[in-house]
C-alpha cells in the first residue's frame, strides 16, 4: 500500500498498511508470551498501526505493554486529535499503557539542550520503560521476580506509571525511591491511588534490610492504602555505592463523573403591577405601570385598543355596544 513509504500523516494510510501485513503480524507475534509496541502517536504509521498490532497480540493472549509518545503542543489541533483517537484505540487492545507527552521535555531541558539531546531524554524514557520491565523477567534475583508476578501487575490494567530512581549515600534508598515514583515526563507523573504496584530494589552486596524496607514504605505510603504490592530485590556484584529502585504502578481508577440531578421549580406567575397577569403576546420588558382596573375595565380596555392577538367572541363584542 505504502510502497516503503510512510503513511503521510494519515493514520487510515497506516492502518491500512497494517491490516494488509496483518498475518505476517501474526507470524511474527506468535509464540510470544509479552510484547512491546512503542509508537508516537499524532501521525500516520504509529497511530494508525499500534492499534491493529496490539490487536493481534491480543488475539494471540499476548501480555502487551504500549509505551508511546504524544505530540508537542506545537503541532497543532489536527495532530493531537489524531493522537488521542489513536491512544483510545490503542487502551482497548493493551494491557498496560504508558504515555510520554513530548510537552513535558519543556520542562525537563533547559533552553540550551539541544534537539538531538532533547530528542534523547524522551527516548531515554522510552527505553528505561522497555528494559526496565524486561530486566524484572530475566534477571535472577534475591527475592525474584518473574513474568507471573509482571502479569499479575499489569494485565488489563490500562494506564501504568513506570519509573527508575538511583540513589547514593547514606540516604541513597529514600532518594532513589522518590525518584522512581515521580517521573516528570510521564503522563501520570506520581503513583498516587495505583491498586497495583511492582517494586524491585537492585544494589551491591552491601544492601541491607532496612534500605529495602526504606524503600518500599515510601511507595506503599504514595499508592492506594488497599493497593497490591510485590517486591523483588536483586543484588549485583558490581553496585558498590549505588542502589536502583524500579516501580511498575498500575490499576489507577479514572475519576468518577458524578451526575448532578437537575433541579425542577416551578416558575414564578409573572405578575403585573396591578395584580393580573401580563396579556397574551405582551411584551413583558416593555410593560409599563399603569391604573388598576376592574376585569370588565381591563377587557373593554384591550378591545377599545383593536388588539388582534386576542380571540373575542362574539358574545363580547355585542357586549361592548349595549
Keep these: 500500500l505504502t510502497k516503503g513509504l510512510g503513511a503521510g500523516a494519515n493514520p487510515e494510510i497506516g492502518r491500512r498498511a497494517a491490516e494488509e501485513d496483518r498475518e505476517h503480524i501474526r507470524e511474527t507475534l506468535d ?33 502487551t505493554v504500549a509505551v508511546v509518545t504524544k505530540p508537542f503542543e506545537f503541532e497543532g ?8 483517537i489513536g491512544l483510545q484505540s490503542l487502551r482497548g487492545c493493551v494491557d498496560t499503557l504508558i504515555t510520554i507527552p513530548n510537552q513535558r521535555l519543556l520542562q525537563v531541558v533547559d533552553r540550551s539542550t539541544s ?10 524514557v522510552l527505553r528505561q520503560a522497555v528494559q526496565g520491565i524486561s530486566d524484572l523477567i530475566t534477571t535472577p534475583g534475591l527475592i525474584n521476580l518473574d513474568f507471573a508476578d ?18 547514593q549515600g547514606e540516604k541513597r534508598a529514600v532518594e532513589a525511591a522518590h525518584q522512581a515514583i515521580a517521573s ?9 491511588g495505583a491498586r497495583s504496584v511492582l517494586v524491585n530494589i537492585t544494589g551491591g552486596l552491601d544492601i541491607s534490610l532496612h ?11 504514595s499508592a492506594h492504602e488497599d493497593a497490591n504490592i510485590i517486591f523483588g530485590a536483586v543484588i549485583e556484584g558490581g553496585l558498590s555505592e549505588e542502589l536502583r529502585v524500579t516501580v511498575i504502578a498500575t490499576g489507577f481508577q479514572a475519576p468518577e463523573t458524578v451526575e448532578v ?26 410593560y409599563e405601570p399603569r391604573e388598576a382596573m376592574s376585569d370588565d375595565e ?8 383593536g388588539d388582534r392577538r386576542l380571540d373575542i367572541p362574539a358574545f363580547m363584542r355585542r357586549w361592548k355596544h349595549r
Design 31 to 63: 509464540g510470544a508470551d509479552m510484547a512491546f509496541i512503542t509508537a508516537g502517536m499524532g501521525g500516520g504509521t504509529g497511530t494508525g498501526a499500534a492499534p491493529v498490532i496490539a490487536s493481534v497480540a491480543k488475539e494471540l493472549g499476548i501480555l
Design 77 to 84: 489541533r489536527k495532530r493531537k486529535e489524531q493522537a488521542e
Design 115 to 124: 534537539l538531538r539531546d532533547a530528542f534523547g531524554v524522551a527516548d531515554n
Design 150 to 167: 509482571m502479569q499479575t501487575i499489569m494485565s488489563g490494567m490500562g494506564l501504568a506509571v513506570m519509573g527508575t530512581g538511583i540513589g
Design 184 to 192: 516528570p515526563l510521564l503522563e501520570e507523573s506520581s503513583i498516587n
Design 211 to 221: 534500605e529495602i524496607h526504606d524503600a518500599v514504605a515510601i511507595v506503599r505510603e
Design 261 to 286: 440531578p437537575l433541579r425542577t421549580r416551578q416558575a414564578a406567575p409573572v405578575m403585573a403591577s396591578n395584580g393580573a397577569p401580563p396579556s397574551i403576546g405582551d411584551d413583558i420588558a416593555e
Design 298 to 305: 381591563e377587557m373593554m380596555s384591550l378591545i377599545d385598543k
